[in-house]
């Protein structure tokens, strides 16, 4: 028979119910520790992550009080570092298909159809249909840059109206154009779709009007708006 104290040690991290999100929590605090903090706190520390057995009878009688005075002197920050940590640690199990985080250029309506049928079927496609000189285009490009770091997971392209092969079809009267795909249908054909904004439009214009019709994923962790929360903690 094995022994129940080493199966116990050998549980992977991410445990779930109460016992396991505390002994996670623990392990982070443990590993985040600063070094400037007495050898004293820093043993009572790896005591209540991994005791032996000779500190179990110690951490029973002893971590209740003292491990509730840690946790009154615990720095937001490790907190929120944990909080992140754990919820990237779902999103990649959830994850699936590819990330782009660029817009792509087409430069052929050859590459302009492979994209719509070859793609993910589970991947949403976000065509820019500009052209040069065209106003509100050069700055709906700038939007989709920023977009396309946001939502990896969707693959956002533009393609100049001549190079589609279909001129005729993408006038400067009816653009831009922003078309929405998914596992080969169309989901989104928005000609002239700036006229849904106002003269000086933003990425979040952009990005509200597609949540509008439900054509975007759930948003990706963005780094840039985690540190502005963390640099705007309270000493």
């Known amino acids: 028979m094995s022994d129940p104290v080493q199966e116990e040690e050998d549980l992977p991290a991410n445990h779930t119910g109460p016992k396991g999100v505390i002994n996670d929590w623990r392990r982070f605090k443990l590993d985040s520790v600063d070094q400037s903090v007495p050898q004293n706190r820093r043993e009572l520390l790896r005591q209540m ?28 920050r490790c907190l929120k570092r944990y909080r992140k940590q754990c919820m990237q640690d779902m999103h990649e199990r959830l994850s699936f298909g590819p990330k782009y985080e660029v817009v792509h250029e087409l430069d052929s309506g050859e590459a302009f159809l492979d994209v719509i049928e070859k793609e993910h079927r589970m991947t949403v496609v976000v065509v820019h249909i500009y052209e040069h000189g065209v106003k509100g285009c050069e700055q709906l490009n700038s939007c989709l840059d920023c977009l396309a770091t946001e939502y990896s997971s969707v693959k956002f392209c533009r393609i ?76």
């Open 49 to 76: 992550s991994s005791p032996r057995d000779d500190d179990k009878e110690r951490v029973n009688r002893k971590m209740s009080v003292q491990e509730y005075e840690l946790i009154q002197e615990e720095d937001e």
């Open 160 to 235: 100049d109206a001549v190079a589609t092969g279909a001129a005729e079809r993408f006038s400067s009267e009816v653009l831009p154009a922003m078309l929405v795909y998914k596992a080969g249908e169309l989901l989104g054909n928005f000609l002239s779709v700036t006229k849904h904004f106002s003269e000086d439009f933003f990425a979040t214009d952009v990005e509200a009007f597609l949540n509008e019709f439900g054509l975007l994923p759930e948003k990706e962790f963005a780094a840039c708006h985690d540190d502005e929360e963390e640099g705007g903690d309270v000493e």
